[in-house]
């Protein structure tokens, strides 16, 4: 790219990336650029990118549509509409969105729903709505599948994404919804399950997933949703054993805690009695309750199809768990052996063997040592105190591990007949750090 005196350009920028800038003087290798601020520097061609000379202010609702499609030109245009609170712009068909991290109901309410209905990809402001019912439109028009890909960093908000998108195909391919136990429902209400099993608060997001989502909306011939299929990748396991300030441990464990009753059926109190919770000192989420969270979860187990034996079932489980995690060992009497701490440990086994349904003396058996098989039989090996401890957290994140997504996808009505569905991915955010522990 050559640029000439009075060509308008980026400069590559220490704190903001980018600048504008306009070239002033271009005779030699080296060019004379001002910035906005009026400095004079001289830079090389290779620190400059060119930019749009008439660009228009409110900048451009598809970015196919400017002039130079570079880095700052993109960041730009983006900042400029998200300054205007248009957080949706197109690059062709992909969608980009800005997360405003404010409320803007006024966006997505059922009259939006039914602005976007069956009107042309582009015709409209960028919408999450109008890549829904594109999917939706291509789906009945050629009688194929299709699938949504929503991606991007941790918090950027792929999930509040994900989340729009069901809400619109329910909308377009629900029946007038009666009771509460349709698919649509079902499907909707799978959300609030997952995320109080499968999310927590991280540095970057309060509501962060920690497992990617591959959700299969599934419909008829005439367009009206027959069943959902559900699929979950990659939980974070350790998260169950491990946490560091500020983050927290997977949010059903605080719901259940703060779920009065049921929390004292099973002998649960404040968060900050389980190891497994106060690594962390961080117990509440901004604006949130966890009992009220508690009482939405148990609501969405009812509409998803899970059965009360079933539920009963589930949050004994998650309580046995804090149990374990609080089980402490110290040095048995022969060499590399460990035995149960104290009485304050041997309560936890008792009330966590209790839980699981099964024998304590077998459970102590089971954390204390490892049996290891070989030509010969088995032989069961001592465990010490940190090996005991290790095996106590694999435990624990292994039952956390397959309590999760069997339920829910057993209980939404799958249909095996289904030719056409549309599939939403909301693949998980990575954080970038410096240093990945
Ligand atoms: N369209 C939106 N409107 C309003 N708020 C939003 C929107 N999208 C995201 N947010 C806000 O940003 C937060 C984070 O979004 P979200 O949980 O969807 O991120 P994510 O990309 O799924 O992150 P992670 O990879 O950590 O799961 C939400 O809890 C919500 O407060
Ligand atoms: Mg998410």
């Given at each position: 790219m050559s640029f000439q005196k009075g060509s308008k350009v980026w400069l590559q920028d220490k704190e903001y990336a980018w600048v504008e800038a306009e070239v002033i003087d271009a005779r030699d290798k080296l060019l004379v650029v001002t910035t906005a601020r009026r400095t004079k520097i001289m830079v090389g061609p290779e620190k400059l990118l060119p930019r749009d000379p008439d660009e228009d202010l409110g900048g451009v609702d598809d970015m196919t549509k400017l002039t130079y499609l570079n880095e700052p030109g993109v960041l730009y245009n983006l900042a400029r509409r998200y300054a205007l609170n248009e957080i949706y712009t197109y690059t062709g068909s992909i969608l980009i969105a800005v997360n405003p991290f404010t409320k803007l109901p006024h966006l997505y309410n059922e009259h939006m729903m039914e602005q976007y209905k069956g009107v042309r990809f582009g015709e409209l402001s960028p919408h999450i709505f109008a890549v829904a019912d594109a999917s939706y439109r291509a789906m009945m028009d050629e009688g194929r599948s299709q699938s949504i890909l929503v991606s991007g960093e941790s918090g950027a908000g792929k999930t509040e994404t994900t989340k729009l998108i069901m809400r619109y195909l329910t909308y377009v391919g629900g029946k007038a919804a009666v009771d509460d136990r349709t698919v649509e429902q079902q499907v909707l209400e799978s959300n609030p399950l997952l995320e109080a099993f499968g999310n927590a608060k991280t540095v970057r997001n309060d509501n962060s997933s920690r497992f990617g989502k591959f959700v299969e909306i599934q419909f008829d011939g005439s367009g009206r949703i027959s069943g959902a299929a559900i699929r979950t990748y990659l939980l974070e396991r350790s998260r169950v054993v491990k946490i560091t300030d500020p983050e927290r441990n997977y949010h059903c464990f605080y719901q259940l805690c703060a779920s009065g009753k049921d929390a004292e059926k099973y002998n649960?109190?404040?968060?900050?009695?389980f190891h497994y919770l106060n690594q962390s000192k961080t117990y509440e989420l901004d604006g949130i309750s966890n009992a009220e969270e508690y009482l939405k979860t148990r609501r969405a187990m009812d509409i998803v199809g899970i059965s009360l034996d079933n539920q009963e079932a589930i949050f004994r489980t998650l309580a046995a768990i804090l149990h374990l995690g609080n089980i402490e060992f110290s040095p048995g009497k022969e060499h590399d052996s460990s035995i149960i701490k104290d009485s304050k440990s041997n309560f936890h086994l008792q009330v966590a063997a209790n839980l699981f349904m099964c024998d304590p003396d077998l459970m102590v058996v089971t954390l204390c040592s490892r049996s290891i098989q070989t030509r010969e039989g088995n032989i069961i090996k001592a465990l010490d105190c940190a090996a005991a401890a290790s095996n106590r957290d694999a435990l624990a994140k292994t039952v956390y591990a397959r309590l999760l997504v069997e339920n829910i996808n057993k209980s939404v009505g799958q249909d095996l007949d289904s030719k056409i569905q549309i599939g939403v991915l909301d693949i998980y955010g990575f954080e970038c750090f410096e240093n990945n522990r």
């Open positions: 649960l109190g404040h968060p900050w009695s």
